[in-house]
């Protein structure tokens, strides 16, 4: 037991290499861009064109990534995130320089409750009976019973 203990640390060199999701700022390039003098064409040129844009205003770029590890059952772990928001002015000029991580994040909950969808629950009648008169007697299909292809001519 104790020797299967100091072995485990040893076996994460069989681990996945980390991943880089996302766009990545180049901090170097992000110490070029001088708020009030840098356009959004500098911008682009310097550290690329952004993620997102604010989904109501234009004038506002984001620029987010993360590193994640697989982990066990498939899952990703993140172990850095990172984003940079770049906001314009009207006449494309660069205002602001905001950077936000891992810790400026804020929890968010997942509801419990289902959604109800009236409609789509059949009772055990419904669906016992729910096809009797959708086929013609003949061996046709009823207009518009269901799928398939239409019948051949005769």
């Known amino acids: 037991m104790l020797i299967s203990c100091l072995l485990l640390p040893s076996c ?8 880089l ?3 990545r700022v180049d901090p170097e390039g992000l110490k070029e861009l001088v708020p009030g003098t840098s356009t959004k064409a ?10 997102a844009h604010d989904t109501f205003d234009d004038s506002t770029w984001l620029y987010i990534s993360e590193l994640t590890q697989p982990r ?3 899952t990703l772990g ?21 950077k936000l991580d891992k ?7 997942m509801e419990a409750r289902t959604t109800p969808s009236p409609g789509t629950e059949a009772s055990f009648m419904q ?16 207009p518009g019973a269901g799928g398939g292809a239409p019948a051949a001519p005769q």
């Open 12 to 19: 994460s060199w069989l681990m996945p290499a980390p991943q």
């Open 21 to 23: 999701r996302g766009n």
């Open 42 to 51: 500098d911008v682009s040129a310097v550290i690329g064109s952004p993620t």
């Open 72 to 74: 066990i059952g498939r």
């Open 78 to 98: 993140e172990l850095d995130q990172n984003v940079v928001v770049l906001t314009f002015d009207d006449k494309g000029v660069l205002k602001t320089i905001h």
């Open 103 to 109: 810790g400026d994040a804020l929890p968010v909950t």
């Open 127 to 142: 669906q016992l009976l729910g096809n009797i008169g959708r086929f013609n007697p003949t061996g046709g299909a009823t």
